[in-house]
């Protein structure tokens, strides 16, 4: 019980250093989404005909969400412009939620609509919070991160 009662002490005094590696995970996973959508074109292409017959918004999504996803998966992942990068791609996950709402009732094998609102609450939370320790917005900036005091249980 003693190792769990250290863990979660560490979690407390570190938040920080955890919302890091969400972050970065959320970058990686942002990158190879946007890699994918990159190499399977035909995929991009089907959430784009749910979109209807406007020829705009397909070819203007298309051109956006690649290199959107690439760039600022990196900029996330690296920690670098963390806002910025992380409010860039928010409009692009509302958009995934939006699309795959209408089959949000329908019980079937899809985790489309769940993936991208827990992926855009995770923004919202990089957002909120910013880079921490482990981000190279942190090294250049060199401001301090204070680890928050752990109250006493008795």
Known sequence: ???????????????????DAM?????????????????????LANVMDQLG??????????????PMHIIGGTALALGLLTRVAALTQI????????????????????????????????LCLVFAYGAGRLSMDYALTKKTIEPHPVPSTI
């Open 91 to 122: 409009p692009i996950l509302l958009g995934a939620a939006l699309v795959n709402l209408p089959r949000a009732m329908y019980f079937g094998p899809r985790q489309n609509l769940e993936f991208a609102v827990l992926v855009l609450f995770l």
């Open 23 to 43: 972050r970065i995970y959320l970058g990686i996973g942002l990158v190879w989404k946007g890699l994918y959508f990159m190499l399977h074109r035909d995929e």
């Open 53 to 66: 017959n406007s020829w705009f918004i397909p070819l203007a999504l298309a051109h956006y969400v690649v």
């Open 1 to 19: 019980m003693n190792n769990l009662d250290h863990a979660r002490t560490w979690i407390k005094t570190h938040a920080d250093m955890v919302i």
